[in-house]
């Protein structure tokens, strides 16, 4: 019995030494927590049942065996997903990972689960739209050797493909998301400023400044899942539409909301409440220079709020 047990902890602290990677290969497959969760339970009970198991060969490296595990799991869970998206009302956006501007902490569902930053790494909410865009396939290779650095060798392990196979997927991968996201990463005193600025000019129904903030591409993304406020069915493009529905939205909303400034996927961005209640999560997506907003994601949907503070 003894054995047994012990069996049993040295699965649990290898699992749980490994479970801030997991998290945060799935949820940079998946965009949502509920599905990552779901997705490490399923790992933990393949892995459990494996290790140390009589007359099973010893498990050489665990990391490669739970990232693979995991990352094929997700897989797997793709076409649900999926299926529920073409059902989704309005605009999806991925489900944000709140943690606080001072030492990155997770709030919410996901604090038990592992410290924020090393499960978003650097995939903030604008990469993330963009990822979901790509295959299954495309996004998994681009996860992994992206965001975590895997040789496209070890990525062909993980996924019983040839290292051609992977290399195909990777190229096709970078070619797409460079094209509508370039890589660069705004500093993040100008990213908390200019998010300041902007919830003071929204908060303040200021229509000149927030024309002055706004790039006049600028995109508006409003997920409230039909069930919370939203801008409407689809984006709005275009500084002008952009700058008056959010003069308009303030002027209904105002004195009724109380921001709070945390990090979001690791950017400085701000969450709305309504009194003790979560409102929205607002993040700001800037042009290269940093100066004015060119993409502006708003989750009001409330089962991608709750447990915020």
Known sequence: MKSDESAVDTATRVFVEHRELLFS???NMLSSVADTEDVLQETWLAWASRDGAPGVARIESPRAYLVRIAVNKALARQAAISR?????????LPEPLVSSLADGRAHGEAADAADTAERIQSVSMALLVVLETLTPLERAVFVLHEVFGYAHTEIAGILGRSPAAVRQLAH???EHVHARRPRYRTDPHVRQQVTERFTAAVSGGDLRTLLTLLAPDVTLWADGGGKATAAGPRPVHGRDKVARLLADGATRARGGLDIRYRRVNGDPSALLFSGDSPFAVLVLDLVPDGGQVRGIYFVTNPEKLEGLT
């Not at 529920?84 to 999806?92: A, H, L, S």
């Open 25 to 27: 290969v799935v949820y």
């Open 172 to 174: 096709r991968a970078r």
């Open 84 to 92: 529920r998206r073409e059902t989704y009302v309005g605009p999806w």
